[in-house]
């Protein structure tokens, strides 16, 4: 049984992975809510799924630009001072979506402006929150790592989208909004302590050529590239969130909804609560295949059938797998990267995890809108089993990939070791140092 557990020893043995695993839990709980509460007030206001997931459509070209820019720069600048910035500004954004749910007339407006610059935000800051892990984490731990971030994910995506049905239906969608800034608040007050992580002493400023470099990394890379194109495929035809309130309506359950965006992340936490086997994992591409094509065919199902609670089991089987590719992808990324390209790379890795649901939501909402929301679930759950299988067909080196053979990842420099090594970093090292002039 206690080979089932999750490994603590990254909690255990780093003070900064326990500052952001609870910065983590803080504010995902927030974002939750926000991400329940838009879609419904542009269905409330419009009544259009063509509109709701046009969300996807705004959101996408903030998230590809400022992803590779983020990612270029975690690797040129201190990815703590960016880390809290970007949580900073997120923050103040949803002050303003709150501002606009108190006015008298809501605007639709302000509800896809918000939508694009928190996805530019996120793609500023997750690359140095995915960068940073292998310098506050040993190599040996990154697995479980791995998985305890995911499960600091699922804390927030159960919680927040539950209590978001309750909040919005008997409180209203400002407090959703309001709740959200306030675990910024918390979440920004806990970053602060993190210890500095500053740019390696021969980081170039971010530039399209660094980002062209890390680029022709990953496409060097075939077992990589894998990794981005099965997740991208996968969600581009399987991820409906966008469409869950029209699903909820199809199903005459409006009820639902917040168990609908739950769910996904209960079958999560349970694979996340019993991921010790995943550190004995070494076929890691075969992993994240496998779990790819049970997401799309666990969506087939939820798809496919009429009846709500059959619906939400399908749709926790779907989180689980989601969960195994999730580990699997981290797993590969974090102990075959070198730590000078770990901010671009997050970057492309951003894209593939991120841009997919972005063109899923928008996608979904246009066959919902041909069809109806249980079409285009199961259509597209059908489409990403063919996908993945596709890909693993003319990808063999993901399918080979063994963690016992993986490339060798560049020794660690003084800047770049574990924050908990009291050499981590230099006296005279500053943030402005990899700033260009």
């Known amino acids: 049984m206690k080979r089932l557990l999750p490994d603590l020893a990254p909690w255990r043995s780093s003070r900064d992975f326990r500052l952001m695993w609870t910065a983590g839990v803080v504010t995902n709980f927030g974002s939750f809510l926000t991400m329940v509460a838009l879609p419904v007030q542009i269905k409330d206001i419009t009544g259009s799924a063509v509109a709701v997931g046009a969300v996807g459509a705004v959101e996408l070209v903030p998230l590809i630009v400022f992803g590779l820019y983020g990612g270029a720069l975690a690797d040129a600048v201190d990815?703590?001072?960016?880390i809290v910035a970007a949580e900073a500004a997120q923050g103040l954004l949803v002050v303003g979506l709150l501002a606009n749910a108190l006015a008298p007339h809501p605007a639709v407006w302000p509800l896809y402006a918000g939508a694009a610059l928190s996805s530019a935000l996120a793609g500023l800051?997750?690359?140095?929150?995915?960068?940073?892990?292998p310098r506050i984490v040993p190599r040996d731990q990154l697995a479980a790592a791995a998985s305890?971030?995911?499960?600091?994910?699922?804390i927030g995506a159960i919680a927040g989208p539950s209590a978001a049905g309750l909040v919005i239906a008997?409180?209203?969608l400002g407090w959703s909004y309001g709740v959200d800034a306030a675990t910024f608040a918390v979440s920004v007050a806990l970053s602060v302590f993190l210890r500095r992580s500053p740019a390696a002493h021969d980081a170039r400023p971010p530039s399209l050529r660094g980002i062209a470099e890390g680029a022709r990394y990953a496409w060097s890379r075939k077992e990589l590239l894998g990794t981005y194109l099965?997740?991208?495929?996968?969600m581009f035809f399987a991820y409906p969130a966008a469409i869950f309130p029209f699903l909820a309506d199809d199903l005459h359950a409006r009820w639902s909804l917040g168990l609908m965006y739950a769910a996904g992340s209960v079958g999560s936490l349970l694979v996340s609560l019993t991921s010790g086997?995943?550190?004995?994992?070494?076929?890691?591409?075969?992993m994240v295949v496998y779990a790819a094509a049970g997401w799309g065919l666990a969506m087939a199902c939820a798809g496919w059938t009429g009846h709500i609670w059959v619906v939400l089991v399908f749709l926790g089987a779907a989180g689980a797998c989601d969960m195994v590719s999730g580990i699997g992808r981290s797993t590969m990324w974090n102990e075959t990267i070198p730590d000078s390209l770990r901010g671009r790379l997050a970057g492309i890795e951003l894209l593939s995890y991120s841009t997919g649901p972005q063109l899923g939501q928008v996608r979904s909402g246009g066959?919902?809108?041909l069809g109806t929301a249980r079409i285009s679930v199961w259509s597209g759950g059908l489409a990403c089993v063919a996908s993945v299988g596709l890909l693993a067909l003319f990808l063999p080196a993901l399918m080979a990939y063994d963690s016992r053979n993986a490339p060798p990842v560049e020794p660690a420099t003084p800047a770049d070791a574990p924050a908990?090594?009291?050499?981590?970093v230099p006296d005279d090292a500053t943030a402005d140092d990899a700033l260009p002039a």
């Open 230 to 234: 099965i997740d991208m495929a996968a």
């Open 277 to 286: 086997w995943a550190t004995r994992v070494r076929r890691h591409g075969r």
């Open 170 to 172: 008997y409180a209203g």
């Open 79 to 82: 990815r703590k001072t960016l």
């Open 125 to 133: 800051q997750r690359p140095a929150l995915d960068a940073i892990v």
């Open 148 to 154: 305890l971030n995911a499960l600091r994910w699922q």
């Open 420 to 424: 908990d090594s009291p050499a981590d």
């Open 367 to 369: 066959v919902a809108a």
